[in-house]
């Protein structure tokens, strides 16, 4: 091989080196938010199904039996508690003024009925 060829062949695999470079940036961020997206955040990280053995296995007959033993005998406590009043809000002084105001809407209610009439307190 000449000086020439080999100096194509070295610019030719360097552009191939470029091309697999970026393929691999490529990849690595695919990856990476695939990753992500199985771990999750920490609080909703996948926990395997594996069993510790301090902790019982909800369908399997042997906490029955377990739970059977431990159970203790139990007392009922009874006692009266007395209900605090509740007396509302307080009323307002007499001496503020009282305003009666009516807001009526901009538009046409002929055909409505007014609630304060038909809904009044005797």
Not at 8 to 18: G, L, P, R
Not at 26 to 48: C, M, P, T, Y
Not at 107 to 118: C, S
């Amino acid at each position: 091989m000449t000086y020439q060829e080999l100096l194509k062949k070295n610019e030719e695999n360097s552009i191939f080196i470029k091309n697999l470079k970026a393929k691999n940036a490529s990849l690595q961020a695919q990856l990476d938010q695939l990753v992500k997206l199985i771990n999750g955040f920490k609080s909703e990280r996948f926990v395997s199904n594996e069993v510790s053995n301090e902790q019982f296995n909800l369908f399997s007959d042997t906490n029955q039996e377990i739970e059977a033993s431990e159970e203790e005998p139990s007392q009922t406590i009874t006692y009266n508690r007395k209900k605090k009043k509740h007396h509302g809000r307080n009323k307002l002084p007499e001496h503020l003024p009282v305003k009666e105001v009516i807001i009526e809407p901009k538009e046409d209610t002929e055909d409505l009925v007014k609630l304060e009439k038909k809904f009044q307190k005797p």
